[in-house]
């Protein structure tokens, strides 16, 4: 009873309605996110007769598995898919390949140098894709790279290049130089220090990096749609889809695009923290 | 370096032996950001100022475009769609980061949960608001469901007829762009002004309840004036895909935005790269100015506080 008091207990006047909008704006807010993700994946399981009429049906009771199957069987979904497969999973490994021992010097450079080089890395993204797309497109055009692998690769390779190397320099900045010392007393050459201490000790940064770049190229369409004529990208097919099909295979297409990034996001939304985008900026 | 200049050796030459290991491994990235990403700069540069029977200094081009009331109008409406999403995007995404950090049972599923667009593919979240928005969609299928529970109560005669979000064009068009927008890029901004709110210490706000703020001056004075470096973040990086945006404006009715246009001048039957080249320098010129303008706004503020 005769305790001090410390701390104030006045009521303040936000308190009631804070509490009591509270749990609303939560679950409002949880429903905001993931209806849009229902209905991709309830359309693309609904009978034509669901989706008919002046106002579609909300929830759908009697499921078919024909929109898939037929998604697979002739919609000619799988040179797309093989296509994208292939393109992003190559230029993450390219990107990395280039990108990784850059940064590395660009770490261990004068801090005045290393940050006039990180803005300039971001300042090329301040240019419109298109800026540099067409030119890009119309060599291409030349060189006959167009409704080729390598051309999107090439293309794809532009817009994730300073972006992971940003991320990356923001990584080997984090490790001490002393461990790279050690290992050359011991012995070690330049190259192996840095393929058997530094790039180990960087691999969750690394992995990090090489998400966002499978994810952009998994995801992008302008490049693509500059250099594609009929060998089309999964995107591009959603794209194609959106103008001739109907609404149930546009749902599939799209939940096919969606579902393996939904996994991969969900499975390493651990690495995620809210540190990972603002540490690089932060040095 | 006397021993250098005695061995006949020019010094440039002595600083690549030194650093070829360094050089080695940065040249790849240098090479391939000169050879595609400045070189193409220059070259659309350079395309923006030729027309094709005035060769190179010219302004034709761009005389071209100011002409042409579809440039005007897209100008116009990206510089509209861009500022909306923005400031949904900050809205909401302050929103839900201020509720993410508050501790409540089940707070780690909806963290979860409001990452999840992050994995969704901008296309896809055009064709998903195409459905949402279109005349015989599920907004409308809502706004009836809405419309005829209040029907039912006895006095009130309320219909709901439906209407076309999308296709109609204008602002409803322009709004349900920035919704798609918004949408596919709250988890990146959740992330940052939940990074931003982790960054503010405790006793900052112990020594503002030792004064006796109300909640509301916590938010307004402590809080907000501590996030800013994170606005600035959060708003530089999404302006400048916000000026640039173009699926959403493709897929979602046909409301010319820069992107849209610079892409229809490049592709048949217009085929013309020159002024597909200029609106994307204007385009270009756009972002710098905004970002610009920005950073003299932020400082002009934390001057005056």
Do not use: C
């Not at chain 1, 994208?84 to 010097?105: K, Q």
């Not at chain 2, 932020?298 to 506080?305: D, G, K, L, M």
């Amino acid at each position: 009873m005769s305790t001090p008091r410390f701390r104030r207990t006045r009521r303040d006047p936000l308190d009631v309605p804070l509490r009591v909008t509270f749990p609303f704006w939560v679950i409002g807010s949880v429903l905001l996110v993931l209806f849009p993700l229902y209905l991709i994946f309830m359309v693309s399981f609904a009978p034509g007769s669901a989706v008919f009429g002046e106002r579609p049906q909300l929830v759908v009771t009697n499921f078919t598995l024909q929109w898939w199957q037929e998604a697979f069987k002739s919609a000619g979904l799988i040179p797309p898919l093989v296509k994208s497969l292939v393109v992003a999973s190559v230029t993450t490994l390219l990107a990395i390949l280039i990108a990784a021992p850059a940064a590395y010097v660009i770490s261990r450079l004068r801090p005045a140098i290393r940050y006039t080089i990180v803005i300039g890395l971001l300042v090329t993204r301040m240019f419109p894709e298109f800026a540099i797309g067409i030119s890009v497109a119309t060599r291409f055009a030349k060189l006959g790279l167009l409704d080729d692998y390598l051309g999107l690769i090439l293309a794809h390779l532009i817009g994730s290049l300073p972006f992971i190397a940003w991320i990356l320099v923001g990584t080997f900045e984090t490790i001490p130089i002393d461990l790279e010392e050690a290992a050359q007393i011991d012995g070690a050459s330049r190259l192996g220090t840095l393929i058997r201490v530094v790039f180990p000790i960087a691999a969750g940064g690394i992995a990090v990096a090489s998400l966002f770049v499978w994810l952009y190229s998994w995801n992008e369409f302008l490049y693509a749609r500059l250099l594609t004529t009929n060998q089309l990208t999964l995107p591009l097919k959603v794209f194609q889809t959106i103008d001739r099909g109907t609404t149930q295979q546009l749902a599939t297409v799209a939940a096919i695009l969606t579902l393996p990034i939904l996994l991969v996001v969900y499975f390493l939304q651990r690495y995620l923290r809210p540190g990972a985008l603002t540490g690089a900026v932060k040095g | 370096m006397i021993g250098r200049a005695a061995r006949g050796q020019p010094r440039s030459v002595a600083w690549v032996r030194r650093h070829t290991f360094e050089i080695v491994l940065i040249l790849p990235l240098v090479a391939y950001i000169t050879v595609l990403t400045i070189a193409p700069i220059i070259d659309t540069f350079r395309l923006s100022f030729s027309a094709p029977n005035a060769g190179f200094g010219t302004f034709d081009s761009y005389q071209a475009i100011f002409k042409d009331t579809v440039f005007r109008h897209a100008v116009v409406n990206t510089i509209i769609v861009a500022l909306l999403s923005l400031v949904l995007e900050v809205g909401v995404g302050l929103a839900i980061a201020l509720t993410l950090h508050v501790k409540f049972v089940g707070r780690g599923f909806v963290r979860t949960v409001m990452l999840v667009p992050l994995g969704v593919p901008t296309i896809v979240s055009g064709a998903v608001m195409l459905l949402i928005f279109a005349r015989a969609g599920y907004m409308n299928s809502i706004l009836g469901l809405f419309a005829g529970l209040i029907d039912r109560i006895p006095g009130i005669d309320f219909k709901w007829t439906n209407v076309s979000w999308t296709a109609a064009g204008g602002w409803r068009t322009l709004f349900t762009i920035a919704i798609a927008d918004m949408w596919k890029v709250l988890p990146i901004m959740t992330l940052i002004f939940l990074a931003g709110l982790q960054s503010i210490p405790e006793d900052v706000y112990e020594a503002a309840d030792v004064d006796g703020a109300t909640k509301w001056q916590r938010f307004t004075r402590v809080t907000l004036p501590l996030l800013i470096p994170f606005f600035t973040m959060a708003l530089i990086l999404r302006a400048i895909d916000a000026f640039r945006i173009f699926e959403l404006a493709l897929v979602l009715g046909t409301e010319p935005v820069l992107g849209t246009y610079i892409s229809g001048r490049y592709r048949p039957p217009a085929n013309d790269p020159f002024t597909s080249a200029a609106a994307s320098i204007i385009l270009f010129g756009i972002i710098m100015l905004f970002i610009i303008m920005y950073l003299k706004f932020v400082a002009r503020f934390q001057v005056q506080r």
